[in-house]
């Protein structure tokens, strides 16, 4: 009882600080995504795929990446000249919207009509927290299995997008794709799916397009 109590109230006030930073995002029209997948399933590699072509369509956009220790990811975007702050949790699992408060504090969101969160890589609690983003992204990969829809269903069900990376590997693994997908939309019917790999950039265009109606459709509903 006294455990179910302390996740309450650590929930609440992660929800309060969600919230506000909902509100400053909306008051400027800027969107936030929050990448969630396992460890190891690309969001970096995505990320260094899909950000010098959002450069190109002059996107202004900042990545907040999060680590429990290492500032290797920020080392990798920071090597394409991308604009990113790192994020270390020590040892938890996830970003709260504490950090990501913290994290915001020297963006001028006047000027940003992105914030991309690569999320700590676990599929479970990051899917718990509102991080105030307008969309949490489910970044699966062929290389884990088609099972993990079943498995992990919060994430999908909290997702408005799930990416399906690696299709490159598809050849030598017994990944059943239609499976995945149908996995996929029976936990949530609503979720887009997209299928990329971050090798060869298949697909990749598919979400350079998406993204750039999303944060149309964001400035538009908060102009
Ligand atoms: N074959 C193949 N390998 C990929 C693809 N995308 C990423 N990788 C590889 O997968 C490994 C993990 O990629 P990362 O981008 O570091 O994965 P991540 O999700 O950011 O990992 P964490 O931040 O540690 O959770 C690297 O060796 C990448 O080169 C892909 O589409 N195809
Ligand atoms: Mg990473």
């Known amino acids: 009882m006294a455990f179910k109590v ?13 919230q506000s930073i909902r509100k400053r995002l909306d008051a400027q029209g800027t ?25 190109e369509e002059g996107i202004a956009f900042v990545v907040l990446t999060g680590d429990c220790f290492t500032s290797r990811d920020a080392e990798r975007m920071d090597a394409l ?3 990113v702050v790192q994020i270390n949790t020590g040892n938890a699992c996830h970003i709260d919207a504490q950090l990501i408060d913290s994290a915001m504090k020297g963006i001028d969101l006047a000027g940003t ?3 991309v969160v690569e999320n700590v890589g676990n599929l479970v609690c990051p899917a718990e927290f509102d991080l105030g983003e307008d969309m949490k992204i489910a970044f699966l990969s062929t290389a884990e299995g088609h099972d993990k829809p079943s498995k992990y269903p919060l994430l999908i069900e909290e997702g408005k997008l ?20 149908e996995s996929i939309k029976k936990v949530n019917p609503g979720i887009k799916i997209l299928e990329i790999s971050c090798r060869t ?20 509903k908060n102009a």
């Open 6 to 18: 302390i996740k309450e109230n650590i929930l609440r006030a992660n929800d309060d600080v969600a």
């Open 162 to 181: 799930a990416i399906i990376n690696k299709t490159d590997l598809l050849p030598y693994l017994d990944f059943d794709a239609q499976y995945c997908r």
């Open 201 to 220: 950039g298949d697909g990749i265009d598919g979400f350079i397009d998406w993204i750039k109606d999303e944060i149309k459709i964001k400035k538009e």
């Open 31 to 55: 969107l936030m995504i929050n990448i969630i997948s396992s460890p190891g399933a690309g969001k970096t590699a995505f990320l260094e795929r899909t950000g010098p072509l959002l450069r």
């Open 113 to 115: 009509d992105l914030i």
């Open 81 to 83: 000249g991308l604009p």
